[in-house]
């Protein structure tokens, strides 16, 4: 992202530049020491073109050969002395870069300790890196061609002065567009550099969360907005690539135009006694001299001094706001007056004309308590989840995860029922969620309190590889849940999340996460102890939705009863479940749970998303359902 000045205007390229000369004035006797070796490398382009007309006017066309081959040889020479002066200049531009880089880490370095700035490493091994090999190939390309454009330039006066007539104008022209492009091309670059960034970000995001965008039917939202920032950096990129078309231009005007201009103007150079020798030498220094210095300084500064700008903008800025404070533990905590999750007035369909799987639902859960949602399959209770994920968009009404729109990951973590567990070690897995480092004793500390300690041992340890295939669905449900219990979202989101574990596992787990210091746990509840485990409940049922504690629901729910199977004064033992739920249900099956089924001994119940259905035998709890 663009990062700006305290007083909120974007620091340009000027800043970058002043800060550059302060920094070369601090170093004159480097710089000049660079000046005395870059004049000996000059000598290599000076003496080319030079020796090459001397060659041909007094020696190769006036009979003398051995005057002819002298000059060449001369020219070798230069060619030595150039190569050696070259070597020599290496050392003043490390006594430059070598200077920047430690400034640039020294000043890196105490930012990041003071503000516990994640990105230090990256700053370090990376953006630092980028400055330091950037202002080193701007050092060199700059420097290359003011001494070869000085040396050439003075060979040619040298020669005849009406040859700078010729070759001057469209050089100066040339270089002129090229500066005015300087500062545009470098706005452009850094605009392309930031959408391409964001774009990395979406993309990861997204990759990372794939089964619970399609769960939650995200996927036209993730769409569109993936969709915009793909459009951002189309826009930015062309707009980068009208201004190195400019760019392209300006080498051509400066490096191409002054050798057709020579040519074109030989007859008119002859009749001003320039001889064939010289202009053959003129031919030299521009093809073989400054031509090549051109391109070098267009790419160069174009390329490295652009990156340079946009690096450091980016590392001598001003420190970002900081972090929210943390509790105990590292998890971050919604402020005790505002509710950890609020839900106002909020309607959801699956379709312009479907009817509302949620509608009008006011709900708020204060920081740090436990929620469970229980209620008949197929009701809404997976789209609730996903609502407060933020990866639905309510046709009405709004979500709030600790006062926040629900979009950022950092404030919730939802764990689905079809847990997602990827190839590499079960370490890389378990911190996925954290930009921090994890510890052992943190993995360890996570997995004996989601009680996957036998898992972690079975596997060969926190180091081990991990093949997905490999694990059952119950222990890629405890990975999953040891994953999210080390991030550091202070709202999680259990959508069905243990449902193949065992009633133990899954008690044990829910405990983990209500004791996670700073931590709400809401639970997408498929079994009666879950409810019973939290603090309140919401029991969803259409119009007659209820939240309350267990006691309260056990006296005004009938539904919340049926699903406990707890009788009640409105519910005698032996009376039929309610309501019926045959007439909505395309497999004619009941799914409420309650006494008074009818059938048989083998009475088939839906368990989970409507259409999975196992017999009582088979339920995950291993026992018949209350005898039926």
Same mark, same amino acid.
Request: proline fraction near 8%; hydrophobic fraction near 45%.
């Given at each position: 992202m663009?990062?700006?000045r305290?007083g909120?205007?974007?620091?340009?390229g000027?800043?970058?530049?002043r800060r550059?000369? %302060?920094?070369?004035r601090?170093r004159?006797a480097?710089v000049? @020491?660079l000046?005395? @070796?870059?004049?000996?490398?000059?000598?290599? /382009?000076?003496?080319l073109g030079?020796?090459l007309? %001397?060659a041909?006017d007094s020696g190769?066309?006036?009979?003398?050969a051995?005057?002819?081959?002298?000059?060449l040889?001369?020219?070798?020479?230069?060619?030595v002395?150039?190569?050696?002066g070259?070597?020599?200049?290496?050392g003043?531009?490390?006594?430059l !870069?070598?200077?920047?880089?430690?400034?640039?880490v020294r000043?890196v370095?105490?930012? +990041?300790?003071?503000?516990a700035?994640g990105?230090?490493?990256?700053?370090l091994?990376?953006?630092?890196e980028?400055?330091?090999?950037a202002f080193?190939?701007? !050092?060199?390309?700059?420097r290359?061609?003011v001494?070869?454009?000085?040396g050439?330039?003075?060979g040619?006066?040298?020669?005849?002065?009406?040859?700078?007539v010729?070759?001057?104008?469209p050089?100066?022209l040339?270089l002129?567009?090229?500066?005015?492009t300087?500062?545009?091309l470098?706005?452009?670059?850094?605009a392309?550099?930031?959408?391409?960034e964001?774009?990395?970000r979406s993309f990861?995001?997204?990759?990372a969360?794939?089964r619970?965008?399609?769960a939650? *039917?995200?996927?036209?939202r993730?769409?569109?907005?993936?969709?915009?920032l793909?459009?951002?950096e189309?826009?930015?990129?062309?707009?980068?690539?009208?201004?190195?078309?400019v760019?392209?231009?300006a080498?051509a005007?400066?490096?191409?135009?002054?050798?057709?201009?020579?040519l074109?103007?030989t007859? @008119?150079?002859l009749d %001003?006694?320039?001889?064939?020798g010289?202009?053959v030498g003129?031919l030299?220094?521009?093809t073989q001299?400054l031509?090549p210095?051109l391109q070098?300084l267009?790419? *160069?500064?174009?390329g490295s001094?652009?990156?340079?700008?946009?690096?450091?903008?980016?590392? /001598?800025?001003? &420190?970002?706001p900081?972090?929210?404070?943390r509790?105990?533990?590292?998890?971050?905590?919604?402020a005790?007056?505002t509710?950890a999750?609020?839900?106002?007035?909020?309607?959801f +369909?699956y379709?312009?004309?479907a009817?509302?799987v949620?509608?009008?639902?006011?709900?708020a859960v204060?920081?740090?308590?436990h929620l469970a949602?229980?209620?008949p399959?197929?009701v809404?209770k997976?789209t609730?989840a996903g609502?407060?994920?933020?990866?639905?968009?309510p046709?009405?009404g709004? !979500?709030?995860?600790?006062?926040?729109?629900p979009?950022?990951?950092?404030?919730?973590v939802?764990?689905p029922q079809?847990?997602?567990?990827f190839s590499?070690?079960?370490?890389?897995?378990?911190r996925?969620?954290?930009?921090d480092?994890v510890?052992?004793?943190?993995?360890?500390?996570?997995?004996?309190?989601?009680?996957?300690s036998g898992?972690?041992?079975r596997?060969?340890?926190?180091?081990?590889?991990?093949?997905p295939d490999a694990?059952?669905?119950?222990?890629?449900q405890?990975?999953?849940l040891a994953?999210?219990?080390l991030?550091?979202?202070?709202?999680a989101l259990l959508?069905?999340a243990?449902?193949?574990?065992d009633?133990?596992?899954e008690?044990?787990?829910?405990?983990?996460?209500?004791?996670?210091?700073g931590t709400?746990?809401i639970?997408i509840?498929?079994?009666a102890?879950s +409810?019973r485990?939290a603090d309140r409940?919401? !029991?969803m049922?259409g119009?007659r939705?209820r939240?309350?504690?267990?006691?309260?629901?056990?006296?005004a729910?009938?539904?919340y009863?049926?699903?406990?199977?707890?009788p009640?004064?409105?519910t005698?033992?032996?009376a039929?479940?309610?309501?019926?739920r045959? &007439?909505?249900? &395309?497999?004619?099956v009941?799914?409420?749970?309650g006494?008074g089924?009818p059938g048989?001994?083998r009475q088939v119940?839906?368990?989970?998303?409507v259409g999975k259905v196992?017999t009582?035998?088979?339920?995950?709890?291993?026992g018949?359902?209350?005898?039926?």
């Amino acid at each position: 992202m663009p990062e700006r000045r305290r007083g909120g205007g974007r620091d340009d390229g000027g800043g970058v530049a002043r800060r550059g000369l %302060r920094f070369l004035r601090r170093r004159r006797a480097v710089v000049a @020491w660079l000046a005395v @070796w870059s004049v000996v490398e000059a000598a290599h /382009t000076f003496g080319l073109g030079y020796a090459l007309a %001397r060659a041909l006017d007094s020696g190769f066309l006036a009979g003398r050969a051995g005057v002819g081959l002298g000059w060449l040889g001369a020219a070798a020479g230069a060619v030595v002395v150039g190569a050696y002066g070259t070597g020599r200049t290496y050392g003043g531009v490390a006594g430059l !870069v070598e200077p920047l880089r430690d400034g640039l880490v020294r000043r890196v370095v105490p930012a +990041a300790l003071r503000d516990a700035d994640g990105a230090a490493v990256s700053r370090l091994t990376h953006q630092v890196e980028i400055a330091r090999d950037a202002f080193a190939g701007l !050092v060199m390309v700059s420097r290359s061609f003011v001494f070869t454009a000085a040396g050439a330039l003075t060979g040619l006066f040298l020669l005849s002065p009406a040859l700078l007539v010729v070759v001057v104008p469209p050089l100066a022209l040339g270089l002129g567009l090229f500066l005015a492009t300087l500062r545009p091309l470098a706005r452009r670059q850094e605009a392309f550099l930031i959408a391409d960034e964001a774009v990395a970000r979406s993309f990861g995001e997204v990759s990372a969360g794939l089964r619970d965008i399609t769960a939650g *039917g995200a996927e036209r939202r993730v769409r569109e907005g993936t969709g915009a920032l793909v459009d951002a950096e189309r826009r930015a990129s062309a707009a980068l690539a009208r201004w190195s078309v400019v760019r392209v231009v300006a080498l051509a005007v400066a490096g191409q135009v002054p050798v057709v201009l020579l040519l074109a103007a030989t007859p @008119w150079l002859l009749d %001003r006694s320039v001889t064939p020798g010289a202009l053959v030498g003129a031919l030299a220094y521009l093809t073989q001299s400054l031509l090549p210095a051109l391109q070098n300084l267009v790419h *160069g500064l174009g390329g490295s001094g652009s990156r340079l700008a946009v690096v450091l903008r980016r590392l /001598t800025a001003g &420190p970002p706001p900081a972090p929210a404070a943390r509790p105990t533990g590292g998890h971050p905590a919604a402020a005790p007056t505002t509710p950890a999750v609020e839900l106002r007035g909020v309607t959801f +369909a699956y379709g312009e004309h479907a009817d509302p799987v949620v509608d009008g639902l006011d709900l708020a859960v204060p920081a740090g308590s436990h929620l469970a949602v229980v209620g008949p399959s197929g009701v809404g209770k997976s789209t609730l989840a996903g609502l407060m994920a933020g990866l639905l968009v309510p046709r009405s009404g709004e !979500v709030r995860i600790g006062g926040r729109p629900p979009g950022d990951p950092a404030g919730r973590v939802l764990i689905p029922q079809e847990a997602y567990v990827f190839s590499g070690t079960l370490g890389d897995n378990l911190r996925y969620l954290r930009a921090d480092p994890v510890t052992e004793r943190e993995l360890t500390e996570a997995a004996e309190a989601l009680g996957m300690s036998g898992l972690v041992a079975r596997l060969g340890g926190f180091g081990a590889r991990l093949a997905p295939d490999a694990l059952s669905a119950g222990e890629r449900q405890q990975i999953a849940l040891a994953r999210a219990y080390l991030s550091p979202a202070p709202v999680a989101l259990l959508d069905e999340a243990t449902c193949h574990l065992d009633p133990a596992a899954e008690a044990r787990a829910e405990r983990a996460f209500a004791r996670r210091p700073g931590t709400t746990l809401i639970v997408i509840a498929h079994r009666a102890a879950s +409810a019973r485990r939290a603090d309140r409940v919401l !029991v969803m049922d259409g119009p007659r939705t209820r939240c309350g504690d267990h006691r309260e629901l056990l006296a005004a729910s009938p539904l919340y009863r049926d699903l406990t199977g707890a009788p009640g004064p409105r519910t005698p033992a032996h009376a039929p479940s309610h309501p019926p739920r045959s &007439p909505r249900d &395309p497999d004619r099956v009941d799914a409420v749970a309650g006494p008074g089924l009818p059938g048989d001994r083998r009475q088939v119940v839906a368990h989970g998303p409507v259409g999975k259905v196992q017999t009582p035998g088979d339920l995950p709890d291993g026992g018949a359902l209350r005898g039926e």
